[in-house]
């Protein structure tokens, strides 16, 4: 039995993001847990929040047994870019473009 969770414009870029989702690719979700909590990236933090999120969800809604649960499968896909302005000399402006991303876990027995 797979579920899934996701989380939506998160403001973090695609190519950050995937660099930890490859590490924890294929766990055991208690693996993967210990693994993102002593990770020192943000996508660390927030993709560790969305898999126990997906944990819960296993749990509550299909009553799957925790400890069976691996992670079949995590992708981080790009989403749109916030564009903001920086102020430069004379008047003009400098665009930045600020990337989000979505990221879906699921999660099986």
């Not at 190519?15 to 693994?35: E, F, N, P, T």
């Not at 009553?63 to 430069?88: C, Q, W």
């Amino acid at each position: 039995m797979e579920t899934t969770a996701k989380l939506k414009g998160v403001r973090l870029s695609a190519q950050k993001g995937r660099l930890v989702a490859d590490q924890i690719r294929g766990m055991h979700v208690d693996k993967a847990i210990s693994l993102l909590t002593f990770s020192s990236k943000k996508s660390a933090f927030i993709i560790k929040q969305l898999l126990e999120s997906a944990i819960a969800n296993a749990e509550h809604n299909d009553g799957a047994d925790v400890d069976e649960l691996k992670i079949s499968s995590i992708f981080v896909d790009r989403g749109t870019y916030m564009p903001r302005t920086s102020a430069r000399a004379k008047g003009r402006g400098n665009r930045l473009m600020k990337p989000t991303c979505h990221i879906t876990i699921t999660v099986a027995d």
